[in-house]
């Protein structure tokens, strides 16, 4: 559950929801093991973006047709890796190898960084 609080002066603080735990495995089972959540530091998330920025540019400019990109923010939105108070409240996805904002949606190169990938790349939308 994400929560935002007002400090004295008036600045917004932010405080991270808490991430679910992973289903309890069967007996006889391993149970699923997801990363756990990654906070990269600023160089990382400027290296990770400058590595889209460079796909997408290779790739021409191709944006998300805008029915993917709604389906791609519903799936951000319900992902046990999203902070919506995260990056200056423009979201932030806490998977290890991402710290994205949902910008990334728009991006037609771009993918989900989870291991099994929740959205892909798609053919580009015309302009």
């Given at each position: 559950?994400?929560?935002?609080?007002?400090?004295?002066?008036?600045?917004?603080?932010?405080?991270?929801?808490?991430?679910?735990?992973?289903?309890?495995?069967?007996?006889?089972t391993?149970?699923?093991?997801?990363?756990?959540?990654?906070?990269?530091?600023?160089?990382?998330?400027?290296?990770?973006?400058?590595?889209?920025?460079?796909?997408?540019?290779?790739?021409?400019?191709?944006?998300?047709?805008?029915?993917?990109?709604?389906?791609?923010?519903?799936?951000?939105?319900?992902?046990?890796?999203?902070?919506?108070?995260?990056?200056?409240?423009?979201?932030?996805?806490?998977?290890?190898?991402?710290?994205?904002?949902?910008?990334?949606?728009?991006?037609?190169?771009?993918?989900?960084?989870?291991?099994e990938?929740?959205?892909?790349?798609?053919?580009?939308?015309?302009?």
């Amino acid at each position: 559950m994400s929560a935002i609080g007002i400090i004295e002066h008036g600045a917004p603080v932010y405080r991270l929801r808490e991430l679910p735990r992973p289903p309890a495995a069967l007996p006889g089972t391993v149970a699923p093991r997801l990363p756990p959540p990654e906070h990269a530091p600023l160089l990382t998330k400027a290296a990770r973006l400058r590595r889209e920025l460079l796909n997408w540019r290779r790739a021409g400019y191709p944006l998300t047709p805008r029915e993917e990109r709604r389906r791609r923010d519903a799936l951000c939105a319900a992902c046990e890796y999203f902070n919506r108070g995260g990056n200056l409240g423009l979201g932030e996805c806490l998977a290890p190898g991402c710290g994205c904002t949902r910008a990334k949606t728009w991006l037609a190169t771009s993918r989900c960084p989870l291991p099994e990938p929740k959205w892909r790349a798609v053919a580009p939308s015309p302009r």
